[in-house]
């Protein structure tokens, strides 16, 4: 389970910058909405920039099981610089809700168990560090500068990034994806969160929160 979680965000390291969005995901203008689908990677996160250039964006609409740390990274700071509202009608899952979402001035989901978090690069070197999973000095030397990043992107906008992994510990133990109330969300600085009344598909359970540490 760590391993399947830790060496795709490692990805992010050998992506090119000029990579093009794969064929399953599209990234386009909507009105004053930015509609974003599919896997956030180097090339679709280039395009959503590409188009927040444009004049009267206000929106970004997202669906997306998630993708590479610094390519999300990237996508949120600028949602961020934009002050862009984030609207999730399905589904904002791993990169996604770590930083996409939480980026977002207003946030909108289309259900209760829209955002699904399972663990970012604080997780990872948790895992490391107890004993639970091991890993190269490279790879982990890898997740510090990640974890740098997000860390940084945390504090800017005034979030506890435990809020991505607490669920996967004691005494939660989560094996997969949880999700969160808003109230729950917001004693860990996610605030401005409405949910409409979409009908929450089975699997991720709702968590209710533990203290931040």
Same mark, same amino acid.
């Given at each position: ?32 909405? %930015?509609?974003?689908?599919?896997? %956030? ?9 590409? !188009? !927040? ?17 610094d ?21 904002? !899952? ?8 939480p980026?977002?001035? #207003? #946030? ?15 997780h ?13 000095e ?11 990043r ?10 506890d ?6 669920? #996967? ?7 997969e ?12 600085? %996610? ?15 709702? !968590? %209710? ?5």
């Amino acid at each position: 389970m760590p391993r399947r979680l830790f060496l795709p965000l490692l990805l992010a390291l050998a992506a090119p910058a000029h990579a093009q969005p794969s064929p399953t995901t599209t990234v386009e203008r909507a009105g004053d909405a %930015i509609v974003f689908r599919g896997r %956030i990677e180097a090339g679709s996160a280039a395009r959503f920039r590409e !188009l !927040l250039r444009e004049a009267g964006v206000g929106r970004l609409v997202i669906t997306s099981h998630g993708g590479l740390v610094d390519a999300a990274l990237d996508m949120a700071e600028a949602v961020v610089d934009h002050g862009l509202d984030v609207e999730v009608p399905q589904a904002c !899952l791993s990169s996604c809700a770590n930083y996409v979402f939480p980026a977002g001035g #207003k #946030k909108r989901l289309g259900h209760s168990r829209a955002v699904g978090w399972h663990g970012n690069m604080a997780h990872v070197l948790h895992l490391q560090q107890t004993g639970q999973a091991s890993w190269s000095e490279q790879e982990i030397e890898s997740a510090r500068r990640l974890e740098r990043r997000e860390q940084a992107f945390f504090q800017r906008i005034g979030v506890d990034g435990f809020v991505c992994w607490f669920g #996967k510990i004691a005494p939660h133990n989560v094996d997969e994806f949880y999700s969160l109330s808003p109230r729950d969300m917001a004693r860990f600085g %996610i605030v401005g969160v409405t949910v409409a009344d979409g009908v929450a598909p089975a699997g991720a359970p709702e !968590l %209710i929160a533990a203290d931040p540490p």
